[in-house]
């Protein structure tokens, strides 16, 4: 099959690109919202990866998450419509439906997002999900929780210069469990989902197996540099204290950044391992191992 990836530079599309170079023939377009532009494709599945990450430093105009995430994918989605092109995969987010959850996240969730990179993404799956789909064609939404693997930044590299430098890991009290999803996950699930045309359309939400606790990401990534590591339960009140000052005097530590290390946001990945028929090949402790060894490098 011929695959056009958009966003194919990125992190996700660099990997997929390997991850699938030997059974397809990849096509990568770098392309931006302009208004009144008019899409021509011809290849036969269209992965739609390019858009605006959400901006932990909230610098970002809200109008970009709009046109990035939005606007863009109702073109390209208008574009499929309009073509002989057959599947469309468009990597949407779980903070489409919510940045807090109580107890687990699944498709049934009432979607309710806060940020304007969530509610531009509801907006792409709202427009998608609104529009029939002719015979012969597929439509898959995936909402991604947080992806790691090998040459991802961000908070989990943090936590890894944080235990490497053999400093204590003072959010010990923050009892938490959350859900990760390892990159060689996400891109087998896309080559599934290419590769069966059984498979319905729909949204489906990925996830790794299991949901571990910050705490216990701190013991990996101690057994990943071969380092005792140490968890100190500093009252929670203070921490958060501390984050509210970072959010003025931008400290490393601030109330997102807090919140995205200490967060309960379990997702559940049984809609898609049915769908598939099949496990995911990477648990959940071995994917984060293999990403914190990569911090090595």
């Given at each position: 099959m011929k695959i056009l990836i958009t966003g194919a530079t990125g992190f996700v599309g660099t990997n997929?690109?390997?991850?699938?170079?030997?059974?397809?023939?990849?096509?990568?377009?770098?392309?931006?919202?302009e208004k009144q532009q008019k899409i021509i494709i011809n290849e036969d599945v269209i992965i739609h990866l390019a858009g605006k990450a959400h901006d932990l430093k909230k610098v970002a105009n809200p109008k970009d998450y709009y046109e990035a995430n939005f606007e863009l994918t109702k073109q390209l989605f208008?574009?499929?419509?309009?073509?002989?092109?057959?599947?469309?995969?468009?990597?949407?987010?779980?903070?489409?439906?919510?940045?807090?959850?109580?107890?687990?996240?699944?498709?049934?969730?009432?979607?309710?997002?806060?940020?304007h990179y969530g509610i531009a993404k509801r907006q792409a799956?709202?427009?998608?999900?609104?529009?029939?789909?002719?015979?012969?064609?597929?439509?898959?939404?995936?909402?991604?929780?947080?992806?790691?693997?090998?040459?991802?930044k961000g908070n989990l590299n943090l936590l890894y210069q944080l235990v490497a430098k053999g400093l204590p890991w003072p959010l010990g009290a923050f009892e938490n469990q959350r859900s990760f999803l390892s990159i060689e996950n996400l891109c087998f699930v896309i080559k599934e989902l290419l590769g069966n045309a059984t498979i319905t359309s729909?949204?489906?939400?990925?996830?790794?197996?299991?949901?571990?606790?910050?705490?216990?990401?701190?013991?990996?990534?101690?057994?990943?540099?071969?380092?005792?590591?140490?968890?100190?339960?500093?009252?929670?009140?203070?921490?958060?204290?501390?984050?509210?000052?970072?959010?003025?005097?931008?400290?490393?530590?601030?109330?997102?950044r807090l919140q995205k290390l200490t967060e309960d946001y379990v997702v559940s990945n049984e809609k898609i391992v049915a769908a598939l028929g099949k496990s995911l090949p990477v648990q959940a402790k071995d994917g984060l191992l293999k990403t914190f060894r990569s911090f090595k490098e």
């Amino acid at each position: 099959m011929k695959i056009l990836i958009t966003g194919a530079t990125g992190f996700v599309g660099t990997n997929l690109r390997e991850y699938i170079k030997d059974s397809h023939e990849v096509e990568s377009v770098s392309i931006r919202y302009e208004k009144q532009q008019k899409i021509i494709i011809n290849e036969d599945v269209i992965i739609h990866l390019a858009g605006k990450a959400h901006d932990l430093k909230k610098v970002a105009n809200p109008k970009d998450y709009y046109e990035a995430n939005f606007e863009l994918t109702k073109q390209l989605f208008d574009a499929f419509l309009q073509s002989e092109v057959q599947v469309f995969i468009f990597m949407s987010t779980v903070k489409a439906v919510a940045d807090e959850i109580k107890g687990v996240l699944t498709e049934e969730t009432i979607p309710n997002p806060k940020t304007h990179y969530g509610i531009a993404k509801r907006q792409a799956e709202q427009y998608i999900l609104s529009k029939e789909m002719p015979e012969g064609k597929r439509v898959y939404i995936l909402r991604p929780c947080m992806i790691h693997g090998p040459g991802n930044k961000g908070n989990l590299n943090l936590l890894y210069q944080l235990v490497a430098k053999g400093l204590p890991w003072p959010l010990g009290a923050f009892e938490n469990q959350r859900s990760f999803l390892s990159i060689e996950n996400l891109c087998f699930v896309i080559k599934e989902l290419l590769g069966n045309a059984t498979i319905t359309s729909g949204v489906y939400q990925i996830a790794d197996d299991k949901s571990l606790s910050t705490n216990e990401l701190i013991q990996l990534l101690g057994a990943s540099l071969d380092k005792t590591t140490r968890i100190m339960k500093i009252p929670s009140n203070w921490i958060r204290g501390i984050a509210k000052i970072g959010d003025y005097l931008s400290l490393p530590l601030n109330s997102e950044r807090l919140q995205k290390l200490t967060e309960d946001y379990v997702v559940s990945n049984e809609k898609i391992v049915a769908a598939l028929g099949k496990s995911l090949p990477v648990q959940a402790k071995d994917g984060l191992l293999k990403t914190f060894r990569s911090f090595k490098e």
